[in-house]
């Protein structure tokens, strides 16, 4: 009987907090559902036949798995070759553009110079360009410099990143002066401050932007499609795109080609999603 009147007189503001909270739960499940979908079903199909992958109704596991598919892809492509620039070019830019944007942002939150705001500006309204409208002046001056063709020309416009920049000066502007101050006046020189203190202190937002960067620019696919003549040189978006065209009707092909490209990305968010959580709710907090 007291178990019942306690809970008849329950707050009404837990009851609904349960129900929203049960509500979110299920929105959550459903979202998830739907993005991994995709996912799931490109890495089943992988290990499918073309006739199994589009028989109706379709199956969502594979009746006899095989690797054949994937084996057929490394033999008849330089797959390797495609990988490697792929993940040359993609370390390459995440690596430099976490070091200019650590720089960067130490400067515009650190040191007061002449032009500072309107310089830090004119970095922000970059933000707001598409690339298709820098394509043609990018194009030109990777011609002048004469690195069209070469992975150094998917390398170098993604070295200085604009919303790096901006992500690591709102999180180094938290960086108590008075710590620089006092490593300046115990005589450590502006770079050895940058790196012990500075660059330790935003290792989260630092995380968040390298995973951000690595995963742009293996996604990449317009600006080497201008860059890149060769296909020894492409990068696996734009390999796959060709292969795609080429082997239109393998669909198993198809799907082992493009999980194979899927390997890293998952690798890389599942060993910093922490830091990608966590820099995202700083910065929100910010």
Do not use: C, H
């Amino acid at each position: 009987m007291a178990t019942t009147v306690a809970a008849s007189t329950a707050p009404p503001g837990r009851t609904w907090r349960r129900i929203g909270a049960a509500v979110l739960y299920v929105a959550f499940a459903v979202a998830t559902i739907v993005f991994v979908s995709p996912l799931f079903l490109m890495l089943s199909d992988a290990f499918k036949t073309t006739a199994e992958i589009v028989q109706s109704p379709p199956s969502l596991l594979p009746a006899t798995p095989s690797l054949a598919n994937f084996q057929t892809v490394l033999a008849e492509t330089p797959y390797f070759v495609w990988y490697r620039n792929s993940l040359v070019v993609a370390l390459a830019v995440t690596i430099l553009a976490m070091f200019t944007s650590a720089l960067g942002g130490y400067i515009f939150a650190k040191f007061d110079f002449p032009g500072k705001t309107p310089l830090f500006l004119l970095v922000l309204a970059t933000m707001m360009i598409p690339f298709p409208v820098l394509l043609i002046p990018t194009y030109l001056i990777a011609n002048k410099l004469g690195i069209l063709n070469t992975l150094w020309a998917l390398i170098l416009p993604g070295v200085v990143s604009a919303f790096g920049i901006f992500l690591l000066r709102q999180f180094i502007g938290g960086i108590p002066n008075d710590l620089i101050e006092a490593a300046r006046l115990d005589g450590a020189s502006e770079f050895a401050i940058f790196a012990r203190i500075v660059v330790p202190l935003v290792r989260p937002a630092l995380a968040a932007l390298g995973v951000f960067t690595f995963l742009a620019s293996w996604n990449d696919y317009l600006w080497p499609l201008v860059a890149i003549n060769d296909m020894d040189k492409s990068t696996l978006p734009l390999a796959l795109a060709f292969f795609n065209t080429a082997r239109s009707q393998r669909y198993d092909l198809i799907m082992a080609a493009a999980a194979m490209a899927v390997v890293p990305v998952l690798i890389v968010f599942l060993i910093f999603q922490r830091q990608i959580v966590k820099a995202l709710v700083l910065a929100g907090m910010k």
